[in-house]
């Protein structure tokens, strides 16, 4: 008896068996444990002043931390079946965990230090905007590099489960390189102030760690500071202002390099758009093309005075927490409109020729003066009332500084109102936001599930409404700020036709027709 096999697009992956987590991780695992808890155990053995007890805590912490790996590594099993990923892990409390395939979002392979030393990747299978690990999604730490990769391209086959022989085809075939590492985008870093705050972190461990080891740092600051202070106050301000682009500049740039180092955008044979990046901890995070529904374009103030911009993925399930959604990295603006053009397939029709540039860069319309005059009003008189009530209270020079916020603040109130608009095009939804970050986001209308419409006691006295385009993806809800109601209406009737229409009153003209 002859028995047929099935067709290629039939064929449904076995089980697989139960597969334990790669054996090096009982070496990986306790070394970036350890690493992370070096200022401990310097600590313990410094303040210690020799004592016996302090060198055996230490020990007895490197002791545990090597052991709970070594239970982890015994009570953890895996498998993927053609309908979910299992994971059961726990030796007293045990837990067991599934995670269907077709919610599956995103997969995201990070490298530490440790792994990378040992040929491993972590393997995060995310769900959706509340992923922790063992709730919505779960974490394979460690498997093999290689075979995370056999496995990302596994987990992110949504329809039907593909042979091996077809898995390993796709493994084989090189992505399409969309954007990568360029040297010249260092520019962009100081711009991001991340350096600041970098900064203030290890200047705050810095001086808590120096208390604890009884060294003085205090002091000859304060003396730095009072001879700052005794100088000329131009010789001051030059000098604060010197340190702190210096400090800022090279803390931005070192920031922007561990991040963002060898970051590469490909489109993956597998139908995903793969992002690369970091240099001691590498990231990896696939996205499903099929899971896409925009982009969003993010130009904090002082980056979109350096035009510059960087890119994030409208995702179904997938929110803006974290930095899986993390498309571009602070690059210029044109790089950002391009590389958006090339993640949304606007590059190119149907019949293979070139067609518009990407809709981030679409023609927004303006909105009505009104929109300028609540911004204005919101900008100044804030400041006005508060300038008031300090020169009557306590008069002082206070109230002159809020004063002199004025100008500054309703510069920035007409920024606002600058950067609001929106658009509509044959596919997407176009909407702008913002000052000191400004945000532009395309949205697919097909992605659009439903429409709110809010109007405040003010914005009804200026006959404007926020129109708020519901999706699945992303932030869960995009805005159309103080638009005028009659196109915000009309905007929401065109995007999605019958969705709105049912719920609009006609005017009575209409209604004798």
């Given at each position: 008896?002859?028995?047929?096999?099935?067709?290629a697009?039939?064929?449904?992956?076995?089980?697989?068996?139960?597969?334990?987590?790669?054996?090096?991780?009982?070496?990986?695992?306790?070394?970036?444990?350890?690493?992370?808890?070096?200022?401990?155990?310097?600590?313990l053995?410094?303040?210690?002043?020799?004592?016996?007890?302090r060198?055996?805590?230490?020990?007895?912490?490197?002791?545990?931390?090597?052991?709970?790996?070594?239970?982890?590594?015994?009570?953890?099993r895996?498998?993927?079946?053609?309908?979910?990923?299992?994971?059961?892990?726990?030796?007293?409390?045990?837990?067991?965990?599934?995670?269907?395939?077709?919610?599956?979002?995103?997969?995201?392979?990070?490298?530490?230090?440790?792994?990378?030393?040992?040929?491993?990747?972590?393997?995060?299978?995310?769900t959706?905007?509340?992923?922790?690990?063992?709730?919505?999604?779960?974490?394979?730490?460690?498997?093999?590099?290689?075979?995370?990769?056999?496995?990302?391209?596994?987990?992110?086959?949504?329809?039907k489960?593909?042979?091996?022989?077809?898995?390993?085809?796709?493994?084989?075939?090189?992505?399409?390189?969309?954007?990568?590492?360029?040297?010249?985008?260092?520019?962009?870093?100081?711009?991001?102030?991340?350096?600041l705050?970098?900064?203030?972190?290890?200047?705050?461990?810095?001086?808590?760690?120096?208390?604890?080891?009884?060294?003085?740092?205090?002091?000859?600051?304060?003396?730095?500071?009072?001879?700052?202070?005794?100088?000329?106050?131009?010789?001051?301000?030059?000098?604060?202002?010197?340190?702190?682009?210096?400090?800022?500049?090279?803390?931005?740039?070192?920031?922007?390099?561990?991040?963002?180092?060898?970051?590469?955008?490909?489109?993956?044979?597998?139908?995903?758009?793969?992002?690369?990046?970091?240099?001691?901890?590498?990231?990896?995070?696939?996205?499903?093309?099929?899971?896409?529904?925009?982009?969003?374009?993010?130009?904090?103030?002082?980056?979109?005075?350096?035009?510059?911009?960087?890119?994030?993925?409208?995702?179904?399930?997938?929110?803006?927490?974290?930095?899986?959604?993390?498309?571009?990295?602070?690059?210029?603006?044109?790089?950002?409109?391009?590389?958006?053009?090339?993640?949304?397939?606007?590059?190119?029709?149907?019949?293979?020729?070139?067609?518009?540039?990407?809709?981030t860069?679409?023609?927004?319309?303006?909105?009505?003066?009104?929109?300028?005059?609540?911004?204005?009003?919101?900008?100044?008189?804030?400041?006005?009332?508060?300038?008031?009530?300090?020169?009557?209270?306590?008069?002082?020079?206070?109230?002159?500084?809020?004063?002199?916020?004025?100008?500054?603040?309703?510069?920035?109130?007409?920024?606002?109102?600058?950067?609001?608009?929106?658009?509509?095009?044959?596919?997407?939804?176009?909407?702008?936001?913002?000052?000191?970050?400004?945000?532009?986001?395309?949205?697919?209308?097909?992605?659009?599930?439903?429409?709110?419409?809010?109007?405040?006691?003010?914005?009804?006295?200026?006959?404007?409404?926020?129109?708020?385009?519901?999706?699945?993806?992303g932030?869960?809800?995009?805005?159309?700020?103080?638009?005028?109601?009659?196109?915000?209406l009309?905007?929401?009737?065109?995007?999605?036709?019958?969705?709105?229409?049912?719920?609009?009153?006609?005017?009575?003209?209409?209604l004798?027709?």
């Open positions: 008896m002859t028995t047929e096999l099935p067709s697009p039939e064929y449904v992956e076995p089980v697989m068996d139960w597969h334990r987590l790669d054996v090096r991780m009982l070496v990986v695992r306790p070394l970036n444990e350890i690493v992370g808890l070096i200022p401990l155990f310097v600590g053995l410094v303040l210690g002043k020799g004592e016996t007890w060198f055996l805590a230490s020990g007895g912490v490197i002791v545990a931390i090597v052991l709970f790996g070594l239970l982890r590594w015994i009570s953890t895996y498998r993927i079946t053609t309908e979910q990923v299992e994971l059961h892990t726990g030796l007293l409390v045990r837990k067991r965990l599934a995670v269907p395939r077709d919610r599956i979002r995103t997969v995201d392979l990070t490298a530490k230090l440790g792994h990378r030393l040992f040929g491993l990747s972590a393997i995060r299978i995310g959706g905007q509340r992923d922790q690990p063992g709730e919505d999604g779960l974490t394979l730490d460690a498997v093999s590099s290689a075979e995370a990769e056999r496995l990302r391209v596994l987990l992110l086959t949504i329809a489960a593909k042979t091996d022989a077809q898995t390993e085809a796709v493994e084989e075939q090189p992505g399409v390189v969309l954007s990568k590492w360029d040297n010249r985008w260092l520019r962009y870093a100081p711009l991001t102030l991340s350096g705050v970098a900064a203030g972190a290890l200047f705050g461990f810095v001086m808590n760690f120096a208390r604890e080891l009884d060294i003085e740092v205090l002091d000859p600051m304060t003396e730095a500071a009072h001879w700052v202070v005794e100088q000329p106050i131009a010789l001051t301000v030059a000098l604060f202002t010197g340190v702190v682009l210096v400090v800022a500049t090279l803390g931005s740039v070192l920031v922007y390099v561990v991040q963002f180092w060898g970051y590469q955008l490909t489109r993956e044979p597998d139908d995903t758009v793969r992002v690369r990046r970091g240099l001691l901890t590498t990231r990896s995070v696939s996205v499903a093309e099929q899971r896409l529904r925009g982009i969003e374009l993010v130009e904090p103030l002082l980056l979109r005075a350096g035009r510059g911009a960087h890119a994030k993925t409208v995702t179904t399930g997938l929110g803006r927490k974290g930095e899986s959604n993390l498309l571009l990295p602070p690059a210029p603006v044109s790089e950002a409109h391009r590389v958006s053009a090339e993640v949304l397939r606007q590059t190119a029709d149907r019949a293979g020729n070139q067609t518009a540039e990407s809709p860069r679409t023609p927004l319309r303006r909105h009505p003066m009104a929109a300028l005059r609540r911004r204005m009003a919101r900008a100044v008189v804030p400041l006005l009332v508060l300038a008031a009530g300090l020169a009557w209270l306590a008069p002082s020079w206070t109230w002159q500084v809020v004063l002199a916020l004025v100008p500054f603040s309703a510069a920035m109130g007409w920024d606002r109102y600058r950067s609001l608009g929106h658009a509509l095009t044959d596919r997407y939804l176009l909407a702008r936001s913002g000052s000191a970050i400004r945000e532009t986001v395309a949205l697919q209308r097909t992605g659009i599930i439903g429409w709110r419409i809010s109007r405040s006691f003010f914005q009804r006295r200026a006959g404007l409404v926020t129109i708020s385009a519901t999706t699945a993806a932030d869960g809800a995009y805005y159309v700020i103080d638009v005028a109601e009659a196109d915000g009309a905007l929401a009737d065109e995007a999605v036709p019958d969705l709105l229409r049912p719920f609009l009153e006609r005017a009575p003209e209409a004798d027709h």
